[in-house]
């Protein structure tokens, strides 16, 4: 993971970092100049933003408190998508789904979201809450906050809403691998924080939840964390807990399919879901103590690349295609039928294709010692059944991976399109 | 918290951050300077160490990799204290105690101390561990990574050890306001790990856990976070997740008494202990719920200091000392009785004086959406029965705090001096 600052942001590579430089279109080459030869991306003012007129380098406004550069990354809550899909990855994050309390409906929702998206536009911009700020971010910058609103299936019954309700969030199949807890999936809404300073993102967290007053109470929170901006040099895909790079094939902006594969068209359906995305949240628990006795050249086929840089076990460097054909000495394949980056390719897949933007998570040790470690999975597309779903259903049948991983949580969010200048997210399904 | 390659390393301030600057001596003031004109300090390839001939910036080889700063710092294994107790707090920790298994006793012992500095050293150093590197850290710069090592009451029973036993390590008195859990406390092992980087904090957390072998299983473990370096430019000390700045009022390094307060003289008793500190762990809960509903002027009553800015409510900066005699128009002193700052004063508790290095921790809500979070609180002195037992005792009697925290569990450990080069922690105790 990387700060927008270094290097990697104007890499070939496929990462959430180069993704979210790719987004800044030409401004991001001048940019980077311009902060080395500053020193540290905040000094600048220099500002990652989604605003509605496109997606670029903005400069803050003069006169701004100058901060170091984590502190200073800021990224906009009014565009046309909402924040925390293209962004890069941040160090820290929290997901949180909520359901309605029993009696709030359409209007108290409507309320809720009209109060999170105020909530959420100013902590993005580093201001405190409205009331009763709590003060844990007090000193800090936005350190790259983004927040995200989702609705699950459960929230257009309970809003009397169910003809508004998109078929892309019927549930998911069953998948025969799945060791689900309910009580840790799904939910009417779900939030998405993200920031690359933890207490930015717990007071985040904290003022949002304050927010739902007597309308909705937590139904499961989970956090997790990525590698911190700055912490590595390498232009590389960000490593996950099994020690693999992991995001590779992500889709790219620069493909020409790139938003027609991650986002509802403006005038797709329905109309309220426009520009919209939806995510499939799954935590999987790594069984660490299993993976690690595995000797390397092993755990290499299980996923079908190197360790060391992500290569194709064909040759090459992380983003080298991978040659499906290429056989060894004794004739069989050198990237193994059940390797799952054999799998998981989008051309074995009628083309299925999603942005993952995953949390590594790790929550203690059970009680003989076992890591409760793993990842939050958390992928994004304009529809599961062409993304998600395909890919883990033959991901259930066939991966090598899949003795080593769990998958114990699952949720399926539509997550509408980021709210207009003086709208609120959801606002077109809730006053629809 | 932040970097120390910011302004606040060479600030007036008490934070851990100030410390380890201070740490660095006249060096300090050189590098921050020629940091400032390069823009990252790891661009310049300084390292912070304790290494045993002073405490000073030394260059890093010529040729090593050139990382961005939060990667690029390194704090040293050998020296003549052990890393991690007036280091920079770190965005990320992880405690955990272990227990050595049945049947296992001071040789096993031995090697293991053996194994975990040899671990220590290579990773603080950003190497891979020795044996099956899981890879976790892999491309990442060492990220002021530190792991400290103690030993627990119960240790000295395992290892017939017990005329080595230090009086220090006698059971801390129970406090009336206490809700221990034991299973959550003490412990033969203890081990502290904090890093910049998360990713870096769990290898080396795996790294620890995979050496016990069969010599020790976990206990418990808990893991923590801080500020992330950079995300804050005001040169003030770290929050909580109460919103409160947090250990103004720590030891300097400059105070006269600071080593003589912090660590067991190098003549001191026992021999094994010379150069080492007493660490006091506490796992306090906040109770949000109800310190959130709190008036602003209400929470600095019971605190004695602004909130805003850690000002004693006399008046002033962070830094003035407080007026305790000071009284308002009503004749009522301005700082209560009860105020948490004036209990905790130093002079207000026959010189007792401890440096608290905290991690906040959040482990999610419970099913009613109460957060599960505070402190880890973590306090360094060379003797806690003139350090941590007073000041608890007269906490635990009629701090304004108390009402709005809990004590969950408990730690008590001895932490020996650094290992010199050749040498394992431990060592002196463990061969003596």
Known sequence: ????????????????????????GTAAGAGVSRRRLLGTAGATGLVLGAAGTGLGYTAAPAGATPLTS????????????????????????????FDLAPGAGRKEAAALLRRWSATAERLMAGEPAAHDDT???????PSA???????????????????????????????????????????????????????????????????????????????????????????????????????TRNPKPADPDFDQRLFVP??????????????????????LDDWEKVPLTQQEDVIGRRKSDGAPLGGGTETTAMDLEKTGKDGTYVVPVNAHARITRPDQNGGAAMLRRPFSYHDGFDADGTPD?????????ADPLRGFVPVQRK?????????????????????PGGAAKGEYVGQRLLEG
Chains 1, 2 share one sequence.
Not at 71 to 95: N, V
Not at 266 to 287: D, F, H, K, Q, T
């Open 266 to 287: 403006a005038n797709g359906e329905p109309a309220w879901m426009a520009n919209g995305s939806y995510v499939v949240v799954r935590r999987i628990r790594m069984l």
């Open 135 to 141: 003060d844990v971010a007090r000193d800090a910058g």
């Open 145 to 247: 906050l983004t927040v995200t609103f989702g609705f699950g299936h459960s929230f257009f019954d309970r809003t009397d809403l169910r003809r508004q309700r998109p078929g892309a969030l019927d549930p998911l199949p069953d998948f025969s691998s799945d060791r689900i807890d309910k009580s840790r999936s799904n939910g009417d809404l779900w939030v998405q924080i993200g920031a690359n300073d933890a207490l930015v993102a717990f007071h985040a967290l904290r003022a949002l939840q304050k927010d739902t007053g007597g309308a909705a109470r937590v139904r499961w929170q989970m956090n997790g964390f990525n590698r911190s901006p700055g912490a590595t040099a390498h232009p590389m895909t960000a490593r996950n807990l099994m020690g693999q790079i992991d995001g």
């Open 395 to 415: 991901l259930d049948r066939g991966d090598a991976l899949s003795a080593y991983i769990r998958h114990e949580a699952s949720g399926l969010f539509a997550v």
């Open 1 to 24: 993971m990387t700060d927008q600052s270094t290097p990697e942001a104007t890499s070939p590579n496929l990462s959430p970092a180069a993704t979210a430089s790719a987004r800044a």
């Open 70 to 97: 984590l502190g200073a990354d800021r990224a906009m809550f009014h565009g046309k998508h909402q924040p925390g899909i293209t962004d890069a990855l941040q160090a820290r994050g929290h997901l949180v789904a």
């Open 373 to 381: 470690a793993g990842l939050l999975f958390i992928c994004w597309q």
